[in-house]
Each structure stands twice: as structure tokens, then as C-alpha cells.
């Protein structure tokens, strides 16, 4: 594996978007709503399509994911309850990683169409918690029909059902929505780079913590589950690299829209990614 050539035209991406953000104000919300509504879901689609990996493969992947993020989510709780903290959003960026926007490209890159697919898994079930669990953090409400708002779930469903039946669609149906997804991910990269130049870092201390319990914590649960599990290959890989993942940029998002202490979740958003500029070169050469 080359790492140079999986980590650099990821950051050149994101860097064209940082960029735009520096030269030119934009409104983001349509191309964020193309990228949810639209390529996302196809990219899910196609991915799963193009792989002749069973469902029942799958499986695993989907209770490794669900062991990571829940004990993120348990130990950032008495974290917060030890630390008597008020600014309770910390826990939204100490949780969930940028598994879609960063972990796909890397997947592809380093481990191909097989590795995107253990990738689309991973952030797959980790989106449906987000969108569970983080909007409940977020919001102290149980709002979980937002969950079904989100039309990856959907799209995952059906490419898991078409997978289970093994069934091909028509390549004049497959092509289209290949071509649509592969819009996602140099889409989400930009947007990405974008939304970054407009984060001003906030209480210093807290986000570099939080920042490095994300990553961290994440990376020695995923290295723990593969201890014990005695996992191999990609699944191995894919399950380390996305459990590694700086913290999501949607935690912002839901930050921002429930009030959530906004400005130090960004800081959070900002700092592990900048962060992951050495710590996923350093993951790939470790898995290599």
C-alpha cells in the first residue's frame, strides 16, 4: 500500500474545499441535500452491488460497530458525570466519527471496492445511532422518527435485500446510480474542507481532550474487538481505520440546530481532523 497516494488526494480535496471557503461565501444547504438525499444513498447502492460479499459477512461488521460507538457513548457519560461539566454537547463529537465524509474515501483508496463496502456498514449503523441516541443527547428527547427522515437507512435496507436475494439490477438501472455516487465522495470532501474555514476554536483545553478520547479511545476498543474476535484482512482493517475516524462534521450540525454548545463541538470537528492528518498515515502504515 502506498500511503502517500490513499492519504494526499484525500487532503488535496478537502484542501480545495478549505480554499473555496477562504475566496468565496456560499450557501451549502443544496449541495448538502444532494449529498444526503441523493448520492449518498447511491453510492450505498452501488458499493453493495459491486461486491459479491454475503450478507451474512456483514453481520459482524454491524455488531462491531454497535460494541465501539456504545462504549463511546458510555464511557464519554461518566466522563461528563466525573467531571461535573455543563457543556454537555462535548458528547457528540467524543462519540461518533467521520466515518462518510473521510472514512470512504480512505476505504476505497486503501482497501478498494471491498473496503468501501465494510466502510458503508460501519457508517451506516453508526448514522442510525447518530441519529437516535446523538439527537436524544442533543435534544433530551426521544425524537427518533428523525431516524427514519434519513434515506441512507433506506438505501441501506434495500442494498442488503438485494444482496441477500443476490440480485443484480439491470446495468442500464446500476450504471446511472454508480455514476451519481461516485459524486459523493469528492462532494463530501469539499463541503468538508469548506465547513471548516468557518470554525473559530473555542475552550482549547476541552476540545483537544475531547478530540484525542475520540480517536483514541475509538482506535483501542477496535484494536481490542480484533484481540479477541481474532479478526483478519479487510474487515480488520475497515473496522480499525473507521473506529479511528476523526469526530463527525454532523455533530455540528445537530449541535447547532438543539443548541448544544455549538462553538466547542465545531472546535472539536476542527481539531480532530486536523489531528487526522497524522494519525490515519500512521494507522495505514500500521495496518500495512
Given at each position: 500500500m502506498n500511503i502517500l497516494q490513499v492519504v494526499l488526494p484525500v487532503f488535496l480535496i478537502i484542501a480545495v474545499g478549505a480554499f473555496l471557503g477562504k475566496i468565496k461565501k456560499l450557501n451549502l444547504d443544496p449541495f448538502i441535500f444532494i449529498l444526503v438525499y441523493i448520492t449518498a444513498p447511491s453510492l450505498i447502492i452501488s458499493a453493495l452491488q459491486k461486491t459479491d460479499i454475503r450478507i451474512t459477512e456483514f453481520l459482524p461488521m454491524i455488531f462491531?460497530?454497535?460494541?465501539?460507538?456504545?462504549?463511546?457513548?458510555?464511557?464519554?457519560?461518566?466522563?461528563?458525570?466525573?467531571?461535573?461539566?455543563?457543556?454537555?454537547?462535548?458528547?457528540?463529537?467524543?462519540?461518533?466519527?467521520?466515518?462518510g465524509y473521510l472514512g470512504y474515501p480512505i476505504a476505497l483508496l486503501a482497501f478498494g471496492t471491498v473496503g468501501l463496502s465494510y466502510?458503508?456498514?460501519?457508517?451506516?449503523?453508526?448514522?442510525i445511532i447518530m441519529m437516535s441516541l446523538g439527537i436524544y443527547l442533543a435534544n433530551k428527547k426521544n425524537n427518533f422518527k428523525e431516524m427514519f427522515k434519513v434515506p441512507l437507512i433506506y438505501a441501506v435496507i434495500?442494498?442488503?435485500?438485494?444482496?441477500?436475494?443476490?440480485?443484480?439490477?439491470?446495468i442500464a438501472l446500476l450504471t446511472p446510480i454508480d455514476m451519481i455516487g461516485q459524486i459523493t465522495i469528492p462532494l463530501a470532501l469539499i463541503i468538508l474542507g469548506y465547513r471548516l474555514t468557518e470554525i473559530r476554536l473555542r475552550s482549547l483545553n476541552k476540545a483537544l481532550l475531547a478530540a484525542l478520547f475520540k480517536m483514541g479511545i475509538g482506535l483501542i476498543i477496535a484494536i481490542a474487538l480484533v484481540a479477541i474476535f481474532s479478526l483478519t484482512g479487510i474487515p480488520k482493517n475497515i473496522l480499525i481505520l473507521q473506529a479511528a475516524m476523526p469526530s463527525a462534521v454532523f455533530t455540528m450540525i445537530l449541535a447547532h440546530k438543539y443548541k448544544r454548545d455549538s462553538?466547542?463541538?465545531?472546535?472539536?470537528?476542527?481539531?480532530?481532523?486536523?489531528?487526522?492528518?497524522i494519525t490515519i498515515p500512521l494507522i495505514l502504515w500500521f495496518l500495512a
Amino acid at each position: 500500500m502506498n500511503i502517500l497516494q490513499v492519504v494526499l488526494p484525500v487532503f488535496l480535496i478537502i484542501a480545495v474545499g478549505a480554499f473555496l471557503g477562504k475566496i468565496k461565501k456560499l450557501n451549502l444547504d443544496p449541495f448538502i441535500f444532494i449529498l444526503v438525499y441523493i448520492t449518498a444513498p447511491s453510492l450505498i447502492i452501488s458499493a453493495l452491488q459491486k461486491t459479491d460479499i454475503r450478507i451474512t459477512e456483514f453481520l459482524p461488521m454491524i455488531f462491531y460497530t454497535l460494541i465501539i460507538v456504545l462504549s463511546l457513548a458510555l464511557i464519554s457519560t461518566l466522563i461528563i458525570k466525573l467531571s461535573k461539566t455543563k457543556q454537555k454537547g462535548i458528547q457528540l463529537p467524543m462519540i461518533f466519527g467521520n466515518t462518510g465524509y473521510l472514512g470512504y474515501p480512505i476505504a476505497l483508496l486503501a482497501f478498494g471496492t471491498v473496503g468501501l463496502s465494510y466502510a458503508v456498514i460501519y457508517s451506516s449503523i453508526e448514522t442510525i445511532i447518530m441519529m437516535s441516541l446523538g439527537i436524544y443527547l442533543a435534544n433530551k428527547k426521544n425524537n427518533f422518527k428523525e431516524m427514519f427522515k434519513v434515506p441512507l437507512i433506506y438505501a441501506v435496507i434495500i442494498a442488503l435485500f438485494l444482496n441477500t436475494i443476490n440480485y443484480k439490477l439491470p446495468i442500464a438501472l446500476l450504471t446511472p446510480i454508480d455514476m451519481i455516487g461516485q459524486i459523493t465522495i469528492p462532494l463530501a470532501l469539499i463541503i468538508l474542507g469548506y465547513r471548516l474555514t468557518e470554525i473559530r476554536l473555542r475552550s482549547l483545553n476541552k476540545a483537544l481532550l475531547a478530540a484525542l478520547f475520540k480517536m483514541g479511545i475509538g482506535l483501542i476498543i477496535a484494536i481490542a474487538l480484533v484481540a479477541i474476535f481474532s479478526l483478519t484482512g479487510i474487515p480488520k482493517n475497515i473496522l480499525i481505520l473507521q473506529a479511528a475516524m476523526p469526530s463527525a462534521v454532523f455533530t455540528m450540525i445537530l449541535a447547532h440546530k438543539y443548541k448544544r454548545d455549538s462553538d466547542l463541538v465545531a472546535s472539536i470537528v476542527l481539531l480532530s481532523t486536523l489531528f487526522s492528518l497524522i494519525t490515519i498515515p500512521l494507522i495505514l502504515w500500521f495496518l500495512a
